[in-house]
């Protein structure tokens, strides 16, 4: 019905879907190339009572980068003013592959609050069981939230340079394969192909099985494993744009992995800049 405290079943939520104390969020986001309105599709329908979460509006909207966490004080009024805080449980979802999810449960783990849990499998696996959604406008009550970043679960540009010659954290790429070895473009303009000197690629899609649920933890474990990741020493998570790297974050801590980081501004920032190292082809 759940495992551990970062993720639930489609089981559990119906169970619990009443529950004075669980608070229900769509935290849907698309690729650019997706071509998809995820506000749009929450006023469509949505998972009963549960709130919009904007990974692209409550964000440093100062940055050049895209949905880089924002200050502590923005998280928190964002936060408050969807009802999101103290003493109570949180159960995130989104309508793809669960990565958007998992940034918004990395966020909130930044951000001090950790009672929160990503819906294994989503939207797709709610529809698909014949469970309720709607299209209500839902009117949270504001509740209250004192946002305190853990900086121990953020790597910045500067961090991720200093680890080249340091190697103190492995660094995992959640991009998929081609867009790693650099035979793929990058989907956003201007931004160079290739990976981080010394980066291990697992393609976070390789750990959901067909029904987009996570796959089980001796899965999990065997697919870090074969790839020479030691996962009871620091890793720093990276993919295109700091959301898919959330989701290797949540399956690390699915089996017992501690010292996770996400590079925030991942390859966006990395492969945009000219004066950070870059390689191709297979790690």
Not at 94 to 109: C, I, L, P, Q, T
Not at 154 to 166: C, F, P, T, Y
Not at 197 to 213: E, W
């Amino acid at each position: 019905m759940s495992r551990g405290k970062s993720l639930v079943s489609t089981e559990w939520l119906a169970e619990h879907l009443e529950a004075p104390d669980v608070r229900v969020v769509d935290g849907s986001w698309y690729l650019p190339n997706e071509d998809r309105n995820p506000r749009a599709e929450y006023a469509e329908q949505h998972i009963p009572g549960a709130v919009f979460f904007d990974i692209d509006e409550i964000s440093d909207e100062t940055s050049d980068l895209p949905h880089m966490l924002p200050s502590p004080e923005k998280f928190s009024s964002r936060a408050r003013k969807l009802g999101l805080g103290d003493g109570v449980r949180i159960v995130v979802y989104d309508g793809g592959n669960m990565m958007a999810a998992a940034r918004v449960w990395w966020m909130f783990r930044t951000f001090g609050h950790e009672d929160i849990a990503v819906l294994d499998g989503g939207l797709s696996k709610w529809l698909a069981e014949g469970r309720p959604v709607d299209d209500e406008a839902v009117i949270p009550r504001e509740r209250h939230l004192t946002a305190r970043k853990n900086t121990f679960l953020v790597r910045d540009r500067e961090q991720m340079l200093a680890n080249l010659d340091s190697k103190r954290e492995q660094v995992v790429d959640a991009r998929g394969a081609g867009r790693f070895t650099g035979e793929e473009p990058e989907i956003r303009e201007g931004i160079r192909s290739g990976h981080i000197p010394g980066s291990t690629n697992l393609p976070y899609s390789s750990l959901l099985n067909d029904d987009k649920t996570v796959k089980e933890d001796d899965a999990l474990r065997a697919a870090f494993a074969d790839l020479g990741i030691d996962t009871a020493n620091p890793i720093a998570t990276t993919c295109g744009s700091g959301i898919s790297a959330c989701f290797l974050a949540l399956s690390l801590d699915l089996i017992g992995a501690r010292k996770v980081a996400v590079y925030d501004g991942s390859w966006t920032e990395w492969g945009g800049h000219e004066d950070t190292p870059i390689a191709n082809g297979p790690a």
